[in-house]
């Protein structure tokens, strides 16, 4: 059981937006960083860095020569006892970091802890080759490399490819026409655009309304079918962002606990790594069980809440969360402004999101939920963040509730390209160029409950986007011509 004296707080929060005139002058990756904290460290009251011995980072994907590690702990002068980087970048890391430094400074394990990322990838873009890297084709082909045979052959690799499979399959799930699935992601992405004009940190702060988002133009192209450019994540940012986690001992002892914002109990649950492997479109268990459970060992529901952050690369995560805890589409999901608005730093999105809950919550209400999504709805892990201490023994917790989503998740049927004949339609996407439509891809069942994955001709790609009716569910047939599968209506 948790000390009072060590209960785990956000005491500074930092974050820094770099947009100078010349771009290829902006700072790298390591000096957002290093900028970021010693922001939250002035925002704790100084003198935190040093007693830093615990730093977690995430991963930046702008400066590949870069070694944070390294070069991070050398930069602040320190040497803490423990640091580390995740692997991968992924949006639910600094989520993950919150809970696990929440657990770091409940057990003494640490006193002072940092978690940092920070990404300058518009300014990678225009630097002289070989100092920076802009990451799309990094990113790209690394994305490429770890996907599945079928995911590389029918064009499934990069996540605005994914996401869509899922945001279709909500739409029929859920009953609405074409029309009404993109209102809602309209509304729900203009009130972000509102948010984002009051938060500092955000990359793009001016009103853009409903009809803007869902209606595609010159400036607003449409990316996967049914997002436009302006309903996807905005990774061309230079920003930064930090959190010092310590004890309210700590924190009383510096004279700041009036301004410190108590960490509670978390909630992890994943789907499989594999994005196609998955049991079904239209839900995600790991998403829900790391929602509910999040709530659930606070002892809250969302009637208790103030603030929300609902992680937003795309509209369905958004939406499919907000329906698991029951938040209405006129609230906004965002404290900062969302990955488009707000800026889409890759991995480091949420630490933003973090650092603007603080003040959120520092200028008034009780609770606020912070829901991390990575991968391709693959990775959930949710926390909240209080006024009030968290329920007694929350800390050190065991977050990670994976029996529990697997449980709900039900087998996954068997995924081919072979297989010919009767095939119903479960999900689909098509992936636009600058030109217009380049191919449109299928997830479909043939009477056996077996999945195949298909391509689509032009009449189809007609079909699956026009919105006279609802493609979810349409029998169809499978035929292969050459090394591919094409579906068509029956």
């Not at 977690?56 to 602040?76: E, G, H, N, R």
């Not at 006193?111 to 225009?126: Q, Y």
């Amino acid at each position: 059981m948790t000390e009072p004296a060590r209960l785990p707080v956000i005491l500074g929060v930092g974050q820094i937006v770099d947009r100078p005139a010349d771009p290829a002058e902006g700072l790298d990756a390591l000096q957002l960083m290093a900028a970021a904290i010693d922001r939250a460290d002035t925002d704790a009251g100084g003198g935190l860095i040093a007693r830093c011995d615990w730093l977690a980072i995430v991963p930046q994907l702008s400066f590949p020569d870069i070694d944070p590690l390294t070069q991070l702990p050398a930069a602040l002068g320190i040497a803490p006892t423990h640091v580390e980087q995740a692997g991968m970048a992924s949006g639910d890391t600094p989520v993950r970091y919150l809970n696990d430094a929440a657990n770091a400074i409940a057990t003494g394990e640490a006193t002072v802890a940092i978690i940092v990322g920070g990404e300058a990838l518009r300014t990678a873009a225009m630097r002289p080759e070989g100092t920076g890297k802009w990451p799309s084709s990094s990113m790209g082909s690394a994305a490429f490399r770890n996907a599945s045979e079928h995911r590389r052959k029918y064009g499934l690799v990069n996540p605005a490819e994914i996401y869509p499979l899922y945001e279709n399959a909500t739409r029929a799930a859920w009953g609405q026409t074409l029309t009404e699935g993109q209102a809602e992601s309209a509304r729900i992405w203009s009130l972000m655009a509102d948010v984002a004009q009051g938060s500092e940190a955000a990359w793009i702060r001016k009103p853009v309304s409903a009809a803007e988002i869902a209606e595609p133009s010159a400036s607003n192209r449409m990316i996967a079918f049914p997002y436009t450019k302006l309903m996807v994540a905005n990774a061309s940012v230079n920003q930064g962002a930090a959190l010092i986690v310590t004890s309210l001992a700590t924190a009383k002892e510096l004279g700041f606990s009036s301004q410190a914002i108590f960490i509670g109990g978390g909630a992890a649950a994943h789907e499989p790594e594999d994005a196609l492997d998955r049991a079904r479109w239209d839900r995600s268990p790991g998403m829900e069980v790391s929602l509910t459970r999040a709530l659930a060992v606070n002892g809250l529901t969302s009637t208790n809440l103030d603030h929300v952050e609902l992680y937003s690369c795309f509209p369905n995560v958004p939406k499919m969360a907000r329906r698991v805890i029951g938040w209405s589409a006129d609230r906004p999901v965002t404290v900062h402004g969302g990955l488009t608005f707000g800026g889409g730093p890759v991995g480091n999105y949420m630490t933003h999101a973090a650092a603007q809950m603080v003040k959120a919550l520092r200028a008034g209400g009780g609770h606020g939920l912070l829901f991390g999504n990575g991968g391709y709805c693959t990775h959930n892990h949710s926390i909240v963040l209080s006024v009030t201490p968290p329920p007694t023994g929350t800390f050190p917790q065991d977050y990670l509730f994976q029996a529990e989503a697997d449980a709900a998740r039900g087998p996954t049927p068997p995924l081919s390209d072979t297989i010919e004949g009767p095939a119903r339609l479960e999900t689909y996407t098509v992936i636009y160029g600058r030109d217009g439509p380049n191919y449109g891809v299928v997830m479909a069942r043939t009477p056996a409950d077996e999945r195949v994955v298909a391509r689509v001709d032009a009449e189809e790609i007609d079909f699956l986007t026009s919105g006279r009716v609802e493609p979810v569910g349409t029998a169809g047939i499978t035929e292969r011509r050459g090394d591919m599968l094409h579906w068509r209506r029956a």
